[in-house]
């Protein structure tokens, strides 16, 4: 059995990936390893002074670089599994396990490491400049938050440890969630033969014999944000009678909950999780309108588990997720016509929405349950342990 320390900078709203290190952390202590959990949050970063501390150690945190070499000397882990550095732990923390000798896992959850904005998206629309050119370049457009001075710190971070080669010097194995992903970083100069392929996982959420009941509507999951094309998803409903129910908050629910509503969608605001699985044993399926790329929607894993067909954006991880005309339907990004004629095609044969969804929650069973993921997981950290006993 391994002792794994498990590195993680907390988000401020909890979202996915902080629901992934929970699961993942759940899934190894049950297999009887021991799991320790080193956590950080921006609940201290308030006040200009606080923030532009932040900001400038973003590239190197020196007092998290001691932090966490206190920790690894005091446990003496196998393995080190970052999630998320991200801004007050740093990648002067890969320093710190440098130093004491132990094998490093970084996940991938999303692309901050060759974009600052950490989508490649910019005003609405994929971006990636960065990919291969000057991290500097999204200083021009404010790609963090809208703030030139934040992005000139983000993209700081990033120049500084691409010439570094920190990714590739630091760190035994990455983890991408998908292939697509992987090639992304891989163009971006990432070493190909160190990312490892894992999906997310959840514990699978049908127990016994469900209920008989009648799905009835289209449910949304996720932040509404401009980078998950909630606006695109409205601008369709327009043509659609379906009821739509819209779960989530952020930086758009405001605005656009208060607005005059569609006969035939409702915003239900942020839900718990035995809610958000709630309304998806009784919908029909699942609208995905992202924007942007996505890594792995915790909400496409949850909703085959459901055995929900997923209507997604034709590009980036979605696409290779869910199987066009097998396990969904994919519609043009941003192409509210496109997903309006996509949904209608369900609406219009219940007969294959149905059978969809037997096909989702098929591949849920085959790919995304614990005891896959578990090999995936112990795989990767012993060919990481491997990787650092080389000469």
């Known amino acids: 059995m391994l002792k794994i320390l498990f590195v993680h900078n907390r988000y401020q709203t909890p979202g996915g990936e902080d629901s992934v290190v929970e699961a993942e952390i759940a899934l190894l202590r049950e297999a009887g390893h021991e799991v320790l959990l080193h956590a950080s949050d921006n609940d201290k970063i308030s006040g200009l002074l606080s923030k532009l501390s932040a900001a400038f150690s973003a590239t190197y945190s020196h007092s998290a670089k001691r932090d966490l ?31 004491a000798g132990v094998a490093v896992v970084q996940t991938l ?41 934040g992005t000139l710190a983000v993209a700081r971070m990033v120049a500084t440890h691409r010439k570094r080669r920190t990714w590739s010097r630091k760190i035994q194995r990455m983890i991408a969630l998908t292939e697509f992903a992987r090639a992304k970083f891989n163009e971006a100069g990432f070493d190909d033969e160190r990312i490892a392929i894992k999906p997310n996982f959840i514990t699978d959420p049908i127990t016994g014999d469900e209920p008989d009941t009648s799905r009835k509507g289209a449910l949304f999951v996720g932040r509404i944000s401009v980078e998950k094309g909630v606006e695109v998803m409205l601008r369709a409903w327009r ?64 909703a085959f588990a459901h055995g929900l067909p997923v209507v997604c954006s034709r590009h980036g991880s979605m696409e290779e997720v869910v199987k066009d005309g097998i396990s969904g339907l994919h519609f043009e990004a941003g192409n509210a016509d496109d997903l309006a004629e996509k949904v209608k095609q369900l609406l219009d044969d219940p007969e294959r929405c149905e059978a969809m969804g037997k096909a989702a929650r098929k591949q849920f069973l085959e790919h995304y349950g614990p005891q896959q993921n578990l090999a995936h997981l112990e795989r990767i950290y012993a060919e990481a342990r491997g990787v650092l006993e080389l000469p």
């Open 69 to 99: 070499a206190r920790v690894l000397k005091r446990q003496n882990p196998h393995v080190v599994h970052v999630h998320n550095f991200f801004p007050t732990l740093s990648p002067s923390i890969y320093d710190a396990c440098a130093e």
């Open 239 to 302: 043509q659609i009678e379906e009821p739509l129910s819209i779960a989530g908050d952020g930086p758009l629910f405001e605005r656009l909950s208060e607005a005059e509503q569609g006969a035939s969608y409702r915003f239900v605001g942020r839900q718990s999780k035995a809610e958000v699985f709630s309304a998806m044993r009784s919908s029909r399926f699942l609208v995905m309108p992202s924007l942007c790329y996505e890594g792995f929607p915790m909400a496409i894993v949850e």
């Open 109 to 149: 959850h999303n692309y901050r490491t060759i974009c600052a904005g950490g989508l490649l998206l910019r005003e609405g629309k994929i971006c990636e400049l960065c990919v291969e050119g000057s991290p500097f370049t999204a200083v021009k457009y404010g790609c963090y938050r809208g703030s030139k001075a």
